[in-house]
Nanobody, 117 residues
Framework: VQLQASGGGLVQAGGSMRLSCVAS????????MAWYRQAPGKQRELVAT???????GYAGSVKGRFTISRDNAKNRVYLQMNALKPEDTAIYYC????????????WGQGTLVTVSS
């Protein structure tokens, strides 16, 4: 599985941005996809997840502001980010997981989101 993320950039606080991740390869084996982020000097953290049945989950810090969605026809996962805050500044990574023992985890290259105050 290969993942390609795009859509990052610079936005003012309070603004919106949409990230996109396109998957290729053995995409039919993917069980769930997610967005993670890593701010400077911090550990990578889970932002949002979406399963094959479109069940979603969010980190508390983004709940109500971010929305994860998927377009199976286009093999894409999106992260709509609204009401952005400077603390949302980070490199955002697309992630895919195939449930195996052990799980198979795949990462995209990351896209930088900078929120100015």
């Amino acid at each position: 599985v290969q993942l390609q993320a795009s859509g990052g950039g610079l936005v003012q606080a309070g603004g919106s941005m949409r990230l996109s991740c396109v998957a290729s390869g053995s995409i039919s084996s993917i069980n769930s996809m997610a967005w993670y982020r890593q701010a400077p000097g911090k550990q990578r953290e889970l932002v949002a997840t979406i399963t094959n049945s479109s069940n979603t989950g969010y980190a508390g810090s983004v709940k109500g502001r971010f929305t994860i969605s998927r377009d199976n026809a286009k093999n894409r996962v999106y992260l709509q980010m609204n009401a952005l805050k400077p603390e949302d500044t980070a490199i955002y990574y697309c992630n895919a997981m195939i449930i195996r023992t052990p799980p198979h985890i795949f990462w995209g290259q990351g896209t930088l989101v900078t929120v100015s105050s």
